[in-house]
């Protein structure tokens, strides 16, 4: 059996993202970064009184429920909101509705490697303007003409935070293009740091935010954009060009109720960024060396330990972390901070390693 070369010619070939795997032993998982705390106690609550007689019904197209306690929480209005089936599928209808100009689109050489996937699939033209050697974004690189931008803040995987200031001199230089900043990780760069604050003076700006990260949900795929209402009613249009139905009840449900417990919400985020700090330090006494790590996760590397083959030795002792080989960050791991125990397991096992000075 062969498939003609004509259909063959036909069909549309992408190189797809690669997830971080999902091992189904039990490992210290140090590699997607999750969150190693539960979501919170209410969604379990919300669970257990479900009505599954209503799963014989579509889900509320609008996913009325969940923009709602979205906009509440952030002090905007309904129509300011858009939600999907995590940020992935927010940023996907994102390219699909605001990247359609001729010129190119710009995002950092270092960053989500979705963006290159998306780009390509939608074939959007784009350009990745070189962080710098501390792993920086230059904004003056982004002063170009150019057919939309997007970059994570914290950036991904580098972990480093570019302040207000920063996001609203590139807003300045781009007004006629739509500015996407991916917000997956800024609770844990501490409060009071998202561009949510810059939306009432910047109509072109797009925040987009995830349950995934710091509200542990991961595993029920809700994300959501937040930004002007015209914008937002331009990807709702492409939204329901492409499936109405995208956010189930249950997501919806557990969405709304983990909203509701702010006080846990701060809690695990603050618990997390206590042990990013303290594992700081632990990584500098065994000679690593790492950005400045405003995320749930650190970037490290060590001059005297070859990169990938720490990988290979951490996931053998099922230490799983994150590992690419690309050019630059070949010689960096990219770490979640997880419990305090798993983040000892793991120093426990490099101070073996290092004090075995095995190294290069
Ligand atoms: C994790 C992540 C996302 C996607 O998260 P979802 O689980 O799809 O909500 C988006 N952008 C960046 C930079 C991420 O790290």
């Known amino acids: 059996m062969a498939l003609s070369p004509n259909i063959l010619k036909h069909i549309r070939k992408v190189e797809p993202y690669v997830p971080g795997e999902q091992p189904q032993n039990r490992v210290v998982k140090l590699n997607t970064n999750e969150n190693p705390y539960p979501p919170a106690p209410g ?60 010129m190119p689109i710009l995002f950092p050489d270092i960053t989500y490697s979705f963006y290159k996937v998306w780009a390509n699939l939608y074939r959007i033209p784009y350009e990745c303007p070189k962080l710098d050697d501390n792993f920086r974004i230059q904004k003056e690189d982004y002063y170009r003409s150019n057919g939309g931008i997007i970059f994570p803040n914290p950036n991904a995987p580098t ?22 900043v991916d917000e997956a990780y800024i609770d844990f760069a501490g409060e009071g740091k998202s561009a949510l604050s810059l939306l009432g003076r910047y109509d072109n700006l797009l925040v987009v935010q995830t349950f995934s990260k710091a509200r542990s949900m991961a595993g029920m795929r809700i994300g959501y954009a937040i930004g002007n209402p015209l914008l937002i009613r331009y990807l709702n249009d492409v939204k329901y060009s492409f499936n109405s139905y995208t956010m189930n009840q249950v997501s919806l449900a557990c969405g709304v109720k ?80 997880g419990t305090r125990e798993e983040m000892k397991h793991l120093f426990t096992f490099l101070k073996e390693y290092t004090l075995k000075g095995t190294g290069k």
């Open 43 to 102: 969604v379990a609550e919300v669970l257990q009184s479900l009505d599954t007689d209503q799963f014989r019904l579509y889900p509320d197209p609008t996913a009325e429920v969940l923009v709602s306690a979205l906009a509440e929480n952030y002090g905007v209005s309904k129509e300011q909101v858009f939600v999907g089936v995590g940020s992935d599928d927010v940023l996907a209808m994102c390219f699909l509705t605001f990247f359609q100009s001729e």
């Open 258 to 337: 983990a909203l509701q417990d702010k006080e846990y919400f701060r809690h695990t985020v603050d618990t997390i960024m206590e042990t990013r700090e303290w594992a700081k330090a632990e990584f500098a006494k065994l000679g690593f060396h790492f950005t400045d790590a405003s995320a749930n996760f650190l970037f490290v590397t060590h001059p005297n330990y070859d990169a990938n083959e720490l990988f290979q030795v951490l996931k053998e002792n099922d230490i799983y972390v994150r590992h690419w080989n690309s050019d630059r960050i070949a010689q960096y791991l990219r770490v979640t901070v």
């Open 159 to 180: 972990a480093i935070y570019e302040s207000l200031e920063f996001i609203e001199d590139i807003l300045l230089h781009n007004q006629d293009v739509v500015v996407i």
